[in-house]
């Protein structure tokens, strides 16, 4: 291996991330090597990626794919792992650099717990890993070794470089408002599963879509932002931006506001993730400015999007609270996504479950992992409900 090139595992290969990561690395294989890449259950494009990029060791963490006939036509020279804790353990291997954390919800939080814990560097993808354990993981993160992939996150990231974090006045969190911007409570109450998967600006797979749609994802990421820059969540604001190009902002006591500006491309902070602290070559179109008309910007509708005001209530009552918000959520998405419930029901099975929870601090991961399934259980319940 040379000195000069960086080896690269992605847990999550065949989401939108781990997509856009591999297209990345395509784009620079002189200066990237993918070592390790693992799916869920999308076999398929585990071996389309692995042929074409020549990755040694791959991983299939739901065993009940891991005999899909597919995977025979993977290289002799390829090794296959199958189950989660497997390829954890692929990621730690010294051969590797840097691992991208691009797994989708909670399942991500006892990959980004045991590879900060083994020193690795984590490109982070996975805001859950720090809604739901920032208070676990983050005493334990060394300088530079998580590293913001979330296209907000990394901006303020950038927005940091070369400034005292001290010297913050307020974060500004932009949010385009997703497919709904404007609409009323009432108007949402009849919105379907296809009107929330259709994201005005981005490209996202439908567990973040839905969450885009109902302005959770950036309750989420405000809370991760409390945890990554160690702010107090008073100092972070969302802002709604419809236009996507202002990625956040971080100002300063003097008055001075920094801001990322470029396209709506996910690639742009993947690479930085991969490259920092240096910069590459693009890997995405420029922004024209010409051809940029406006920018506008709003405060967002916490009574419309009530999400956004259960994600705040965790937030401030901190410990086990946001694990509640996070699990119920992921499983009322998934239940407005087969029909079972409607739109606005999500956020009242989060709500519901918080109200039957007392915030406690976090004692460790298995801590967790016990409140996780709780609140799964208990949103299931009050979905039957809906239903019944």
């Given at each position: 291996?040379?000195?000069?090139?960086?080896?690269?595992?992605?847990?999550?290969?065949?989401?939108?991330?781990?997509?856009?990561?591999?297209?990345?690395?395509?784009?620079?294989?002189?200066?990237?090597?993918?070592?390790?890449?693992?799916?869920?259950?999308?076999?398929?494009?585990?071996?389309?990626?692995?042929?074409?990029?020549?990755?040694?060791?791959?991983?299939?963490?739901?065993?009940?794919?891991?005999?899909?006939?597919?995977?025979?036509?993977?290289?002799?020279?390829?090794?296959?792992?199958?189950?989660?804790?497997?390829?954890?353990?692929?990621?730690?291997?010294?051969?590797?650099?840097?691992?991208?954390?691009?797994?989708?919800?909670?399942?991500?939080?006892?990959?980004?717990?045991?590879?900060?814990?083994?020193?690795?560097?984590?490109?982070?993808?996975?805001?859950?890993?720090?809604?739901?354990g920032g208070d676990l993981i983050m005493p334990m993160v060394a300088a530079d070794q998580l590293l913001p992939v979330d296209s907000e996150h990394a901006a303020i990231f950038q927005c940091y470089q070369g400034e005292d974090a001290r010297a913050t006045h307020k974060i500004w969190l932009t949010c385009s408002g997703?497919?709904?911007?404007?609409?009323?409570?009432?108007?949402?109450?009849?919105?379907?599963?296809?009107?929330?998967?259709?994201?005005?600006?981005?490209?996202?797979?439908?567990?973040?879509?839905?969450?885009?749609?109902?302005?959770?994802?950036?309750?989420?990421?405000?809370?991760?932002?409390?945890?990554?820059?160690?702010?107090?969540?008073?100092?972070?604001?969302?802002?709604?931006?419809?236009?996507?190009?202002?990625?956040?902002?971080?100002?300063?006591?003097?008055?001075?506001?920094?801001?990322?500006?470029?396209?709506?491309?996910?690639?742009?902070?993947?690479?930085?993730?991969?490259?920092?602290?240096?910069?590459?070559?693009?890997?995405?179109?420029?922004?024209?400015?010409?051809?940029?008309?406006?920018?506008?910007?709003?405060?967002?509708?916490?009574?419309?999007?009530?999400?956004?005001?259960?994600?705040?209530?965790?937030?401030?009552?901190?410990?086990?609270?946001?694990?509640?918000?996070?699990?119920?959520?992921?499983?009322?998405?998934?239940?407005?996504?087969?029909?079972?419930?409607?739109?606005?029901?999500?956020?009242?099975?989060?709500?519901?479950?918080?109200?039957?929870?007392?915030?406690?601090?976090?004692?460790?991961?298995?801590?967790?992992?016990?409140?996780?399934?709780?609140?799964?259980?208990?949103?299931?319940?009050?979905?039957?409900?809906?239903?019944?």
């Amino acid at each position: 291996m040379s000195d000069c090139i960086k080896t690269v595992a992605i847990l999550g290969a065949s989401g939108s991330v781990g997509t856009q990561t591999i297209d990345v690395i395509a784009q620079h294989t002189d200066k990237l090597a993918l070592k390790f890449i693992s799916v869920h259950t999308q076999t398929k494009t585990l071996v389309d990626v692995a042929q074409r990029l020549s990755v040694p060791t791959v991983a299939v963490t739901d065993e009940r794919h891991s005999h899909d006939a597919v995977l025979s036509e993977l290289s002799s020279t390829t090794k296959l792992l199958v189950g989660m804790h497997d390829a954890i353990e692929a990621c730690k291997d010294s051969d590797i650099d840097i691992v991208v954390l691009s797994v989708v919800g909670a399942a991500g939080l006892t990959a980004c717990y045991e590879l900060i814990k083994a020193g690795k560097t984590v490109a982070l993808a996975n805001k859950e890993s720090l809604v739901v354990g920032g208070d676990l993981i983050m005493p334990m993160v060394a300088a530079d070794q998580l590293l913001p992939v979330d296209s907000e996150h990394a901006a303020i990231f950038q927005c940091y470089q070369g400034e005292d974090a001290r010297a913050t006045h307020k974060i500004w969190l932009t949010c385009s408002g997703g497919p709904f911007r404007g609409l009323s409570r009432q108007e949402l109450m009849h919105k379907t599963p296809s009107d929330a998967l259709a994201h005005p600006t981005w490209n996202m797979g439908a567990k973040i879509s839905i969450d885009s749609a109902t302005l959770m994802n950036k309750g989420l990421e405000r809370i991760e932002a409390m945890h990554l820059f160690h702010a107090d969540l008073n100092q972070i604001e969302i802002l709604i931006h419809p236009e996507s190009k202002i990625h956040s902002m971080v100002e300063y006591c003097d008055g001075s506001i920094l801001a990322h500006i470029g396209i709506s491309d996910m690639r742009i902070p993947i690479q930085y993730a991969l490259s920092y602290p240096e910069r590459w070559e693009t890997p995405a179109p420029r922004l024209n400015f010409f051809e940029l008309q406006a920018c506008s910007f709003d405060a967002p509708d916490m009574e419309s999007f009530r999400c956004l005001q259960l994600a705040e209530r965790a937030a401030r009552a901190r410990g086990t609270m946001p694990c509640v918000l996070n699990a119920a959520n992921e499983i009322a998405v998934y239940a407005f996504l087969d029909g079972s419930i409607g739109f606005t029901a999500i956020d009242e099975t989060v709500e519901r479950c918080m109200d039957m929870h007392v915030a406690r601090p976090v004692e460790s991961l298995e801590h967790l992992l016990e409140v996780d399934a709780w609140s799964r259980s208990y949103a299931r319940q009050v979905i039957r409900r809906y239903s019944s």
